[in-house]
């Protein structure tokens, strides 16, 4: 079946710190995004992506980077994680609307990345 | 630009009351609308969503949400709670065209026994 799968679930950093997350889709979808889940904030988005070598910032881009360089992979970079960068990641992927007959853009979420930046 | 507005954060009900999470879209085009469910420690599943087809749709574990158009919302409703609804909802909205979905603050539901 396919599926979206981030790593690692969980993961403690001190800051400054390079920390990367994966993100791996094997919908074959074309739209890749990156959320945030806090507390009161709801989802916030980070970065996303149309396809390979396209990338956009998001409301809450500074401090974080991605880069495609395949459709089934969107890791999220955070270059020097600082503490307001503790959160829960959310990837998502869809299908361009539109594109195929079921195709309405509607996400399909991995099962997020718990980062704890000390 | 597009926006959502959940109203309430936080919804509690007696089990087998009625389930009703309202929200309210803004686009200036016709939406595509989304309910998202999250339960503990998971990612975001679909629960319904509206298209353009029937109005009044229906999701998964006896969801359903009714899309009007003179009242821009899209109000989540289950005509009787059960203890495994307990989590958090999430409407969003997209513009056909922008391939990108604007979500709500989402809403807690809690369910009392």
């Known amino acids: 079946d396919a599926e979206i799968t981030q790593s690692p679930r969980h993961k403690i950093t001190e800051t400054g710190r390079q920390v990367t997350l994966a993100c791996h889709q094997t919908?074959?979808?074309?739209?890749m995004f990156w959320y945030r889940q806090d507390l009161g904030h709801g989802l916030r988005l980070i970065h996303y992506?149309?396809?390979?070598?396209d990338t956009n910032k998001g409301e809450v881009s500074d401090g974080y980077s991605v880069s495609r360089s395949n459709t089934e992979d969107l890791p999220l970079t955070l270059e020097s994680a600082a503490s307001s960068q503790t959160s829960v990641y959310f990837c998502?992927?869809?299908?361009?609307?539109?594109?195929?007959?079921w195709g309405t853009g509607e996400l399909f979420f991995g099962e997020g990345s718990r980062l704890t930046v000390l | 630009a597009q926006s959502v507005t959940q109203l309430g954060s936080h919804v509690s009900v007696s089990e087998g009351a009625l389930v009703l999470l309202r929200c309210n879209y803004s686009?200036?085009?016709?939406?595509?609308l989304f309910w998202y469910v999250q339960y503990p420690n998971q990612g975001l599943q679909l629960l319904l969503k509206?298209?353009?087809?029937?109005?009044l749709v229906k999701g998964i574990n006896g969801f359903e949400a009714e899309f009007k158009k003179s009242e821009t919302s899209f109000h989540l409703t289950k005509p009787s709670a059960h203890m495994s609804d307990a989590a958090e909802y999430f409407c969003?909205?997209?513009?056909?065209?922008?391939?990108?979905?604007?979500f709500g603050q989402g809403t807690r539901l809690t369910i009392n026994p």
């Open positions: 998502a992927s869809s299908d361009r609307p539109g594109q195929t007959v």
């Open positions: 686009s200036s085009v016709p939406p595509y």
């Open positions: 509206y298209t353009s087809a029937a109005t």
């Open positions: 969003a909205v997209s513009d056909p065209g922008a391939q990108k979905l604007v």
């Open positions: 919908w074959n979808h074309n739209n």
């Open positions: 992506s149309y396809g390979v070598h």
